[in-house]
């Protein structure tokens, strides 16, 4: 099972070499490993993830050459563009040119995107999104996994399941040596080469211990490692970088000051910005975005929250669909139509041709042809789940999640056959 292709070391300066697959060329950050030219490695995430040996990678590349290729092809003739449409909006036509070339559009042409009904737009608009995916991005996708090891939790968020009101709900949370297993049969029986480790805001994970934790995964595991465990004090993210860890998934939720003050009655917007600042600084790749249809969220809101999200100099977009929870405060609201939210991820790209778009769980539990539409629609990372069978029920965020009482070897091969049949390479190569 491969989630990378080997690339051969062509150049090093500092601790940024340039890496070549089959004859194209990408750049990755060195952190980890005393690397030569000539020397063959993983990236991930923009990062070197691993350093491997010549005989295995020859091997590898050797089974991924023709499909390399292959792929490749698929991609470029489905993202193809050509307008079959001849009485389109000039205006609206103005707006999609202008991205195709890479050019930014403004949030008043990013809202005029969002707020069309019309469906011949919104299909011009989806075929854009991929289009511009293709010709910045490439055909290459994200398929991180994700071990959600504690729904304890001491926030209040009026939108989540797991929130620390929420009494019905039983409470789990794995020891390191549990998460270290789930790692390293992540890592090395099914090959992911990016993983997130989420949880509630759960004091019980001493800071010390989570520290501890990275680094155990980072000798035993060689893995590109994503914290997902809310706000701790500033320090701890310093030393998880400094032990190993290089991405936080980490949302905002919302950037409109007075739903974010209405929904975590426990914590502030300012608060939450000051954390991705920081991560920023520290030197994260960071994934972060908000709640698609949230009650009382209008569409101006979701544009500012794309624009906030890109202006914050977010590596990957995380939006998620709100689904209603029975056993929160929002239990009454009803969750955005998955078009809408297949339409703001469109105008997402439009918004940042080269940032990663990720196809939320969230969205992937509305509609089971979610994950593909978003992929054909600007998306280009997907999020396998990893919890264990015993526990996943239990990281009860929202209702009738996609991930839970599915094998991992089951949304494996989902996942690799909806990648091959449209063209993308379960890989994720540097930048
Ligand atoms: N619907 C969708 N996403 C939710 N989350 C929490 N509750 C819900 C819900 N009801 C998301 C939050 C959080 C992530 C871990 O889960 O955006 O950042």
């Given at each position: 099972m491969c989630y990378a292709i080997p690339g051969n070391v062509k150049s090093i300066a500092n601790n940024l070499?340039?890496?070549?697959?089959?004859?194209?060329?990408?750049?990755?950050?060195?952190?980890?490993?005393?690397l030569r030219v000539g020397d063959y490695v993983y990236a991930q995430g923009g990062f070197v993830v691993q350093k491997i040996d010549e005989k295995d990678a020859e091997e590898i590349l050797d089974?991924?050459?023709?499909l390399f290729f292959e792929l490749k092809e698929t991609d470029v003739r489905l993202s193809k563009l050509y307008n079959d449409k001849p009485n389109l909006d000039k205006n609206f036509l103005k707006i999609i040119d202008r991205a195709t070339y890479g050019k930014s559009i403004s949030r008043q042409e990013a809202l005029r995107?969002?707020?069309?009904?019309d469906p011949d737009e919104t299909d011009v608009l989806h075929k854009s999104a991929n289009f511009i995916r293709q010709k910045f991005l490439g055909n290459a996708c994200c398929v991180h996994g994700i071990i959600e090891f504690s729904n304890i939790c001491n926030c209040l968020c009026t939108y989540c399941g797991i929130n620390s009101a929420n009494t019905s709900l039983k409470r789990f949370s794995l020891d390191h040596k549990e998460i270290l297993d789930v790692v390293a049969d992540a890592v090395k029986r099914f090959g992911f080469k990016g993983i997130v480790l989420q949880s509630g805001e759960d004091p019980s994970h001493k800071s010390e211990d989570i520290i501890d934790l990275v680094k155990k995964i980072r000798e035993n595991s060689p893995v590109f490692i994503f914290l997902s465990i809310g706000e701790r004090e500033e320090a701890f993210y310093q030393r998880a970088f400094d032990?190993?860890?290089?991405?936080?998934?980490?949302?905002?939720?919302?950037?409109?000051q007075n739903l974010y003050s209405k929904l975590h009655p426990h914590s502030s917007l300012r608060e939450r910005i000051r954390y991705l600042e920081l991560f920023k600084d520290i030197g994260y790749i960071i994934a972060t975005g908000s709640l698609i249809g949230l009650p009382g969220q209008k569409a101006e809101s979701v544009i500012n929250d794309f624009m906030f999200a890109k202006d914050l100099g977010c590596d990957m977009y995380s939006f998620g669909t709100f689904i209603p929870h029975p056993d929160t405060p929002l239990s009454s609201h009803d969750a955005p139509n998955t078009e809408y939210v297949l339409k703001a991820l469109s105008v997402l790209r439009l918004i940042d041709p080269y940032g990663k778009i990720l196809v939320t769980t969230a969205l992937e539990s509305q509609n089971p042809q979610a994950r593909r539409l978003?992929?054909?629609?600007?998306?280009?990372?997907?999020?396998?789940?990893?919890?264990p069978k015993d526990y996943v029920g239990l990281y009860d965020i929202y209702p009738h999640r996609a991930t839970v009482d599915v094998s991992v070897e089951y949304q494996i091969e989902d996942a690799l056959q909806l990648l091959k049949s449209i063209g993308r390479a379960p890989t994720d190569l540097g930048i």
């Open positions: 070499i340039t890496i070549d697959y089959f004859g194209e060329e990408r750049k990755a950050r060195n952190d980890f490993y005393n089974t991924w050459k023709e995107l969002l707020l069309s009904e032990a190993g860890a290089r991405a936080v998934l980490f949302r905002f939720e919302t950037s409109d978003a992929l054909m629609g600007g998306a280009n990372s997907i999020m396998l789940n990893l919890t």
